[in-house]
């Protein structure tokens, strides 16, 4: 009987706590960004819409290798390479397909030249499909984003545009094979 | 052959003018629980709910009720078409039907009958036939075992919701809802009836199957219960409905235990519509807080506790009353 009346007791006090706790809620902060209106904050390695970025002489940084057209899991970049008078290779055409893209980033982890980058912008928003493809001309950005100073020909060992072998940073003369001296 | 006078007439049209507002208003306040309810679980959820659709998300309910309209409205081919057509409609007509004998205000009642709590009580009982019905004409498990459920628990529910009113009604020395709220003048019944007061409450959740009662529909387990296989309006009749039933009980508890129109001050009719509202946010905060039982726990606690406090409670009323007089 005693059992019973404290099982009663607990019971019904539990859920009156339990009402009360619900109700003081009314005055605690509310966790929703009212999102149009007040923007979340992004951390700058969000993976959102894609950039092509320059070097920072201005330069396009992607030399067309195809390789974040391979890596992508849905298959929609399409890369087309171009070849100047120096030898140096560039995209003809670049194009991203953003209504297959799934932003998963490994086109950024894959591209040699830090070309590709994601960037933590996500309102991409279209009524119609055909604008989710998007140009190298709407691609392509003047800045360096998020690799400052990096430009892939001044670290490279490849002779192009003026610049020939051993002429890259911190990269030694080529060791010249017809001479036996060290 | 009657002679109608200018007086009959008038009086007939008073009472058709006032059936009208009582019915567009209980409809009305249905229809507004949808937008409040969901804001009030925003705030005790602490999040905002909808607050876009006009002034603080009040127009929300527009837009979906436009939208519930241009819906298909499907009826399954394996359904017993009539039942499951006719299902939606007795919920809501019982609960718009028992809106009848409540008093608003001394002078604002539909029909002021002798036995306005039984009349409650079998509008109430009948409410079951439309979960039955949906249930059975449904022809899908869920939605039977939803209806199954419904059915236990509203008749079990049903006997203790008519025992603790028994309380009042001695208290009042009457079945009409006006003289039970006029026997109110000195003191609430909320004070002397408080058991009765929980029970009924309790009852009345079980009754309309309410969160934390809502076995029948139970989202998690039977994904909606009885209304599984409803679409468009129908199934925004059972929605309605479903307000329309925490519209009443809130409507009820006022005149049965808070003094309905009975305040200083306000005019009667406001006091009624504040400790109503009060008693319709309570039911949301009660759905914002509490968790379901199960389906043993809940017939065990009607039976075991419940019934017994119920009879207790009539038994101890019907003693003071006849010691007293
Ligand atoms: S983020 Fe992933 S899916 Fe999108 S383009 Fe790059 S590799 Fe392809
Ligand atoms: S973006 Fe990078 S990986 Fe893709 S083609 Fe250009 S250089 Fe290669």
New interface residues.
């Given amino acids: 009987m005693k059992n019973a009346a404290q099982t009663?007791f607990s019971a019904t006090s539990s859920?009156l706590r339990?009402?009360g706790?619900?109700?003081m809620?009314?005055f605690?902060?509310?966790?929703?960004v009212?999102y149009p209106e007040e923007k979340p904050y992004l951390p700058p390695r969000y993976r959102g819409r894609i950039v092509l970025t320059r070097d920072p002489d201005g330069a396009e940084r992607c030399v067309a290798c195809n390789l974040c057209s391979v890596s992508c899991p849905v298959d929609c970049i399409s890369v087309v390479k171009g070849e100047d008078e120096t030898g140096r290779w560039y995209p003809e055409s670049f194009r991203i397909n953003f209504s297959r893209c799934i932003y998963c980033g490994f086109c950024e982890d894959a591209c040699p030249t830090y070309a590709i980058q994601l960037t933590p912008d996500f309102e991409m928003g279209e009524f119609n499909r055909q604008n989710m493809v998007y140009e190298k001309s709407d691609l392509t950005i003047s800045g360096v984003g998020k690799r400052p100073g990096y430009n892939f020909y001044r670290v490279a060992g490849m002779a192009v545009g003026g610049k020939d072998k051993g002429e890259a940073e911190n990269e030694a003369k080529p060791v010249n094979i017809k001479t036996l001296l060290p | 052959m009657m002679e109608f006078t200018q007086a009959d007439v008038l009086s007939v049209l008073g009472t058709g003018i006032k059936t009208l507002v009582i019915l567009v208003g209980a409809v009305l306040m249905a229809a507004l629980m949808i937008p409040i309810e969901r804001r009030l679980l925003g705030l005790w959820q602490d999040r905002y709910g909808p607050n876009r659709v006009g002034p603080f998300g009040s127009l929300q309910v527009v837009a979906d009720m436009i939208k519930i309209f241009f819906k298909e409205d499907w009826i399954p081919p394996f359904a017993d078409k009539a039942v499951f057509v006719v299902a939606p409609a007795i919920i809501m007509l019982t609960s718009l039907l028992a809106f009848a004998v409540i008093p608003f205000t001394p002078t604002w009642t539909v029909a002021n009958l002798n036995v306005g709590v039984l009349f409650l009580l079998a509008m109430s009982s009948l409410g079951v036939y439309s979960v039955i019905f949906a249930g059975w004409a449904s022809d899908n498990k869920y939605a039977l075992i939803g209806a199954m459920r419904t059915a236990a628990q509203m008749i079990s529910y049903e006997v203790f919701m008519g025992l603790s009113l028994l309380g009042v009604v001695l208290l009042a020395g009457s079945f009409n809802l006006g003289d039970i709220v006029e026997s109110q003048r000195g003191l609430w019944n909320v004070i002397p009836q408080f058991p009765a007061f929980v029970i009924f409450f309790i009852a009345g959740c079980a009754e309309i199957h309410r969160a934390p009662f809502d076995l029948p529909e139970a989202e998690q387990e039977l994904t909606a219960g009885y209304h599984t296989e409803y679409s468009g309006m129908k199934f925004g009749m059972f929605f309605v409905g479903e307000y329309l039933g925490i519209v009443l009980i809130s409507c009820l508890v006022t005149v049965l235990f808070f003094g309905g129109w009975l305040g200083p001050v306000l005019p009667g009719f406001v006091w009624f519509f504040l400790k109503a509202f009060f008693f319709m946010c309570f039911f949301i905060l009660l759905r914002a807080s509490t968790v379901r039982p199960r389906y043993d726990q809940l017939m065990a606690f009607g039976w075991k506790i419940l019934l017994p406090i119920a009879i207790v409670n009539v038994a101890i009323t019907g003693a003071i009353v006849v010691a007293t007089s």
Avoid at chain 1, 28 to 32: G, I, P
Wanted: no cysteine; aromatic share 6%; glycine share 0%.
């Fill in positions: 009663a859920v339990t009402i706790m619900t109700f809620h009314s605690r902060k509310r966790e929703t009212l």
